[in-house]
T-cell receptor, first 114, second 117 residues
Framework: GNSVTQMEGPVTLSEEAFLTINCTYT??????LFWYVQYPGEGLQLLLK?????DKGSNKGFEATYRKETTSFHLEKGSVQVSDSAVYFC?????????????FGKGTKLSVKP | NAGVTQTPKFQVLKTGQSMTLQCAQD?????MYWYRQDPGMGLRLIYY???????DKGEVPNGYNVSRLNKREFSLRLESAAPSQTSVYFC????????????????FGDGTRLSIL
């Protein structure tokens, strides 16, 4: 079945460091891929998305490229800020909608120190 | 912009008690979802409603019931709460059934933090 695997956290970085959070997926067909962010005490917010191979999603300085050959959608940011401290979830959407939902990874907690 | 509103935000129950978690969305979305979030487990789907008048089981439906009251509202009921149901519950909505449109996102509420003693 469809699944998403994320790197385990927590990840602790200093402000202005480079961030990579790895995400790989297993799916039939051509799923849409998403990154969601959850700030403390809040719900999940869509950060970025991509719908086909080689698409690059970007938002707030974050980027991720849909790599079908490696079944990956790694999240990157060139210079993190303290305000980026949150939990990040990679997710995929079954293209046929047969599962009726998003498939989430387990989440990666990021802490950014001043 | 309210988006997805969940009530209550916090609740403590005793084992065996019942309660209903409420969810309402004001985006005229057709599809709604209930997830639970547990440490190290990500989000797991409990039930979803692809459209008004329909509901389907997700990955972890045991111990829960749902009602799609109308297009706006989707409630989750615990008939006899158990400590294993201690979790954070999230309601979400999307314009159409997930997968119907490429890249269609889900919109989440802020969650209900439920503790069962």
């Amino acid at each position: 079945g469809n699944s998403v695997t994320q790197m385990e956290g927590p990840v602790t970085l200093s402000e202005e460091a480079f961030l990579t959070i790895n995400c790989t997926y297993t799916a039939t067909g051509y799923p849409s891929l998403f990154w969601y962010v959850q700030y403390p005490g809040e719900g999940l917010q869509l950060l970025l998305k991509a719908t086909k191979a080689d698409d690059k999603g970007s938002n707030k300085g974050f980027e991720a490229t849909y790599r079908k050959e490696t079944t990956s959608f790694h999240l990157e940011k060139g210079s993190v800020q303290v305000s980026d401290s949150a939990v990040y979830f990679c997710a995929l959407s079954d293209p046929g909608g047969s599962q009726g939902n998003l498939i989430f990874g387990k989440g990666t907690k990021l802490s950014v120190k001043p | 912009n309210a988006g997805v509103t969940q009530t209550p935000k916090f609740q403590v129950l005793k084992t065996g008690q019942s309660m209903t978690l409420q969810c309402a969305q004001d985006m005229n979305h057709n599809s709604m979802y209930w997830y639970r979030q547990d440490p190290g487990m990500g989000l797991r789907l409990i039930y979803y409603s692809a459209s008004e008048g329909t509901t389907d089981k997700g990955e972890v439906p045991n111990g829960y019931n749902v009602s799609r009251l109308n297009k706006r509202e989707f409630s989750l009921r615990l008939e006899s709460a158990a400590p294993s149901q201690t979790s954070v519950y999230f309601c979400a909505s999307s314009e159409d059934r997930q997968g119907a449109q490429p890249g269609q996102p889900q919109h989440f509420g802020d969650g209900t933090r439920l503790s069962i003693l």
